[in-house]
C-alpha cells in the first residue's frame, strides 16, 4: 500500500468545507482511505476555546493546586476546568489527568490541545468523531472512508502513536476468530483494529509539531473478506485496566 499526503492544505478555520479542501488537492480514487487528523477536524468545527471560557470551580482549582505542588510549575485551574467540562470520568488526577471523553475515547487532558492554535488558547478534539468522519465522508467526490485521528500514548510504552477517535465508510477492526493459524490452530481473541493500524501508519507520514501535513491519503490497502466489527472502545464491563485504576490512588 501507499501512504500519500495531500499538499499544500492551509490554515483551516471554522466553516471550512474539509472535503472540497481535499477534493481540490488531492485526485483521489474511489478505493482510497482517507486519514484526517483532529487537529484540523476541530478546527473546521470550531472548537478552538479561550481559557476565559472555563471560569475553574472548587474541583479544578483543588486539581491544579495539587499538580502544581507534585511539578512545582503552576497549574491554570481553567484548563483543568475544561478537562472536566469535556470528560465524562476522571480515571488519574495524579500526576496528570486521565479522562474519558464525551465519545468514549481515554487519554490524558481529554484530548484537549495547547499547541498549533493561532485563534485561540486550546484546541477541543471534535465532538463526535464518527459524526464528522461522516460528514467528510458524504461531501467526498468518491465518498471515500475516513479515519480521523489523534496521537496518544498508551500503557506501558514510551511515545505517542496515531490512533483512530472516529471513522466511517469501513469497520473499525477485521475479526480473525474463527480462522486457523499456520498450524491449523482456531483463533479465538484475534480481533485486528485497523483503523488504529491505518491511523499509526498515516501519522508516519503526516508527521508532528509543524510539518503541516494534516490529510493522509492510504491507496492500494484491501479491508479483506473477514467479519468486520465496529467495536472501538472497550466496554466499561471488561477494561480491567480502567478497573483497576478506579481502585487506585497516586502515591506522592
Not at 486457523?180 to 484475534?190: A, I, N, P
Amino acid at each position: 500500500m501507499e501512504l500519500l499526503s495531500v499538499p499544500d492544505v492551509p490554515e483551516v478555520r471554522e466553516g471550512d468545507d474539509l472535503a472540497a479542501l481535499v477534493d481540490a488537492r488531492f485526485d483521489l480514487a474511489p478505493e482510497d482511505v482517507v486519514v484526517v487528523a483532529s487537529t484540523v477536524v476541530s478546527k473546521a468545527e470550531g472548537r478552538v476555546a479561550d481559557l476565559a471560557d472555563y471560569p475553574a470551580g472548587p474541583r479544578a482549582r483543588e486539581i491544579a493546586d495539587r499538580l502544581a505542588d507534585l511539578t512545582g510549575e503552576e497549574k491554570d485551574p481553567r484548563f483543568a476546568q475544561a478537562v472536566l467540562e469535556e470528560s465524562t470520568e476522571l480515571l488519574m488526577e495524579a500526576p496528570f489527568l486521565l479522562t474519558e471523553t464525551r465519545f468514549g475515547h481515554v487519554g490524558v487532558n481529554a484530548g484537549i490541545d495547547r499547541s498549533n492554535v493561532p485563534t485561540g488558547d486550546v484546541l477541543l478534539l471534535p465532538k463526535r468523531p464518527d459524526e464528522s468522519a461522516a460528514r467528510i465522508r458524504e461531501r467526498l467526490e468518491h465518498q471515500n472512508p475516513v479515519v480521523v485521528t489523534d496521537t496518544s500514548g498508551r500503557p506501558f510504552r514510551h511515545g505517542q502513536t496515531g490512533v483512530a477517535i472516529g471513522y466511517a465508510g469501513m469497520p473499525a477492526s477485521r475479526d480473525y476468530r474463527g480462522e486457523t493459524d499456520r498450524d491449523g490452530h482456531e483463533l479465538e481473541v484475534t480481533v485486528q483494529c485497523v483503523v488504529d493500524e491505518l491511523a499509526a501508519a498515516a501519522n508516519l507520514v503526516s508527521g508532528e509539531a509543524d510539518a503541516g501535513t494534516p490529510v493522509t491519503v492510504v491507496r492500494d490497502w484491501d479491508f479483506g473478506d473477514l467479519e468486520g466489527s465496529e467495536n472501538l472502545y472497550r466496554s466499561v464491563d471488561g477494561d480491567f485496566v480502567r478497573q483497576a485504576l478506579r481502585g487506585w490512588e497516586y502515591d506522592e
